[in-house]
């Protein structure tokens, strides 16, 4: 299994391009199958993620090509079935969005059930309400989802449920909707920024869609859907991990090509903390002093704070100069991050979704094991400033969400290393 060494303390200083917004990027490719084009994505990130997802529309017909760097070419072959393999979908439960794009153009889909996931309770229920609601008949087994479909019908459908909107599910029943006869109103829909790229990018393939951004959707059902040259939005959530990293090395970072107005309650929390944000034309700058100061934060759907920058600025918050509050809302057992903070020296109380961080003076370097994406970044984020050297396995979890991590930390200044880890959990004290 890999690893990251860091060799922590060093206040990082510089410049970084931020990549394509993975949770764009993955609803995107799966509404690539609604076209009878080809089409040709900008921005896209090379995550372990994307290489999922086209892996999984190759073997559902697809043809794709990388064209350049972040460049890829999808094209339709006109062949292709409606069963997405086992084992690439078990990998990743963005796959489950590819329910809708299969009924809407194959007329059925057999899917596993997404793999359970460390950050809490990730049901579909939403997802299948939606899709049942247009017309698809849908069974399940313990293991698997079986939809078909004689032809989706537009309806009006409630997508909130008890915590909220559902970003995927609302994408998942949009891209049925975009090719389903007559009208469908999407109340209660997800409006995170990278759900309005995937509605931008339906629309520029041809869609009819009204109220992006807002919380009720309107979709006018085509027949076809035509190819289209298109970019995706930035990655807000790599963007402020990286300002965060500024933050808890008291640094410099810009981080380039933005959109800003993506990242308000993040930004709000830096500068609560004391972090100094300057925005240049799409530069973001975070430069800090340590120490920072506490604050209290609550995860939201958009526009409200991410719950995938909660471990993060959970992270930076361990070395601020008193105690700071954090709430989860979206995710309320999201705090896998927490026992391996502590084993770097984080003073932290949890209770359910809550968790009380008193801030200390200085962590240290400790061998700890990331156990998703972004508790990994969190781990990342603690030994950058933690003195002495901090192990970080499973850095598989960290390059799902973040492209070439160590390079991009390197440029920063900052003494990462990735190599093969050559120590094991010590039998009865597992390493966090
Ligand atoms: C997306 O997951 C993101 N993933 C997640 O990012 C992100 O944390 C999450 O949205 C919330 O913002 C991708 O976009 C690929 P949800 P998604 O459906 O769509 C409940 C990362 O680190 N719910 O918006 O699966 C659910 O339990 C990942 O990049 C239902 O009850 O999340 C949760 O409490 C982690 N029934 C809430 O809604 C459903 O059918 C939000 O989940 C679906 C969801």
């Known amino acids: 299994m890999q690893e990251l060494v860091i060799r922590g303390g060093r206040p990082l200083q510089g410049t970084v391009d931020a990549s394509g917004a993975k949770n764009a990027a993955l609803p995107v490719l799966a509404a690539s199958l609604l076209t009878q084009e080809p089409t040709v994505l900008h921005r896209v990130p090379r995550l ?10 190759r073997a559902l017909g697809l043809e794709l090509e990388w064209t350049g760097p972040a460049d890829l070419r999808i094209a339709p072959t006109g062949t ?23 009924l809407a ?5 057999t899917m596993p059930l997404p793999g359970g996931c460390v950050i809490g309770h990730r049901p579909i229920d939403l997802h299948l309400k939606g899709l049942r ?5 849908i069974r399940e087994d313990e293991h698997q989802v079986y939809a078909r479909t004689d032809g989706l019908k537009g309806a009006r459908i409630d997508m909130c449920g008890p915590r909220g909107s559902t970003v995927l599910g609302t994408a998942n029943v949009l891209m049925a909707a975009v090719l389903a006869e007559g009208e469908t109103v999407i109340e209660g829909a997800a409006r995170e920024p990278e759900v309005q790229d995937l509605a931008d990018y339906l629309v520029a393939c041809g869609a009819q869609i009204s109220g992006i951004g807002t919380r009720t959707l309107r979709v006018a059902g085509r027949s ?16 402020g991990t990286f300002l965060c990293a500024a933050a808890i090395t008291g640094g410099d970072v810009s981080v380039k090509n933005l959109r800003p107005e993506h990242m308000e309650a993040t930004l ?47 992270a930076m918050l361990c070395v601020a100069n008193g105690i700071s509050e954090v709430q989860e809302n979206v995710y309320p057992e999201r705090f896998t991050h ?26 240290h370097g400790a061998r700890v094991i990331a156990t998703d994406l972004r508790a990994g970044a969190a781990l990342v984020l603690a030994g950058l400033a933690a003195e002495g050297e901090t192990c970080i396995k499973g850095l598989n979890q ?17 003494d990462v290393q990735r190599r093969e880890a050559d120590w094991c959990e010590r039998r009865g004290r597992r390493p966090a």
């Open 48 to 57: 372990t993620d994307v290489e999922t997802m086209t892996a999984t529309l």
């Open 80 to 102: 292709g079935g409606t069963v997405a393999p086992r084992e690439l979908v078990r990998r990743m439960r963005a796959s489950v969005c590819l329910l809708g794009p299969l």
């Open 105 to 109: 153009t194959r007329g059925a889909a």
């Open 133 to 137: 609601a247009l017309g698809a008949d």
């Open 224 to 239: 076809r859907l035509h190819g289209v040259d298109y970019h995706l939005i930035p990655d807000r959530i790599e963007a």
């Open 268 to 314: 709000k929390v830096l500068q609560e903390a004391g972090v100094r944000i300057s925005d240049t034309g799409g530069t973001l700058r975070a430069r800090a002093e340590r120490p920072l100061q506490p604050t209290r934060l609550a995860t939201a759907p958009y526009p409200g704070l991410p719950t995938d920058m909660q471990p993060q600025l959970t």
């Open 338 to 363: 927490m026992p391996a903070l502590q084993r770097m020296g984080a003073r932290v109380e949890c209770d359910s979704s809550r968790a009380r961080i008193y801030g200390v003076s200085a962590l």
């Open 398 to 414: 960290i390059e799902r969400g973040y492209q070439t991590p160590a390079l991009k930390l390197r440029a920063l200044g900052a």
